[in-house]
């Protein structure tokens, strides 16, 4: 027989099976602990402001991961502001506009209140003295009709 045909071993029994080393959990400190959950809690608040905001994805960012250690004391909130500033300005800027804009519009389809126009209001008085005498009876006419359904009828 050659040597490569009695390395091979013939069964399975005769191979020799490396024992599988699983990694040992060592316990987490305390405080790193502490930590880690006080970054959760403030990413669950993060969430109301920010709904897409995911604290494992801002993990991976090294910057957002170096502001956040522990012993810094910065927030999640402002390390992600620090991170994403000019983004949310440019977003609050575009929030700002399109509310401007439907004021805006919304404000053009307004029918125009009292005293708010140009125009001087128009004169809604009888001009006795030169009306002619149909009119003079008709305004007499329409004042006994006023009073006659109790109505208060001022000069």
Do not use: C, N
């Amino acid at each position: 027989m050659e040597e490569t045909e009695e390395m091979i071993p013939e069964s399975a029994e005769q191979q020799v099976q490396e024992p599988v080393v699983e990694p040992m959990e060592e316990p987490m400190d305390p405080g790193f602990e502490a930590h880690i959950h006080g970054l959760e809690e403030q990413a669950q608040k993060m969430q109301e402001a920010f709904p897409g905001f995911d604290l494992r994805q801002a993990l991976q960012d090294p910057v957002f991961l170096q502001l956040t250690a522990p012993g810094t004391g910065i927030s999640v909130e402002d390390a992600y502001y620090a991170l994403h500033r000019r983004e949310i300005q440019q977003a609050a800027a575009q929030e700002t506009k399109a509310k401007v804009v439907s004021a805006i519009q919304a404000g053009s389809r307004r029918p125009l209140e009292a005293g708010t126009t140009s125009q001087a209001p128009s004169i809604t008085t009888f001009q006795y003295g030169s009306a002619t005498k149909e009119q003079r009876e008709a305004f007499k006419k329409e004042l006994r009709r006023a009073w006659g359904r109790g109505e208060t009828v001022y000069p």
